[in-house]
Nanobody
Framework: QVQLVESGGGLVQAGGSLRLSCAAS????????MGWFRQAPGKEREFVAA????????RYADSVQSRFTISRDNAKNTVFLHMNSLRPDDTAIYYC??????????????WGQGTQVSVSA
């Protein structure tokens, strides 16, 4: 089992920045690819970003490419999502997730409880 706890969400004005963190515990963190997803009110959960277990490879949804950056610190068992140039349509609950599969497969086994990000116009 892997336990994931997100933090760093909040209210920010459009154009602003936030950094989300996801702290992992329970298993060897460096064995897991990590992802960020989000779910806006009335919408399905969608992929945001993913990073390979060692951090060498990343991928992003088109909607966040060049604005968001995913990174990880395996020594601290933490994955981050740096969000810049935030827009009102980035408003959602953001979830981190972990998988022992490849980061490219978009299939995750463990999920955090989510952190709210709200962007005002």
């Amino acid at each position: 089992q892997v336990q994931l706890v997100e933090s760093g969400g909040g209210l920010v004005q459009a154009g602003g920045s936030l950094r989300l963190s996801c702290a992992a515990s329970g298993r060897t963190f460096s064995n897991y690819a990590m992802g960020w997803f989000r779910q806006a009110p009335g919408k399905e959960r969608e992929f945001v970003a993913a990073i390979s277990s060692r951090g060498g490879r990343t991928r992003y949804a088109d909607s966040v490419q060049s604005r968001f950056t995913i990174s990880r610190d395996n020594a601290k068992n933490t994955v981050f999502l740096h969000m810049n140039s935030l827009r009102p349509d980035d408003t959602a609950i953001y979830y981190c997730a972990a998988t022992e599969r490849s980061y490219s497969l978009n299939r995750y086994d463990y999920w955090g409880q989510g952190t709210q990000v709200s962007v005002s116009a």
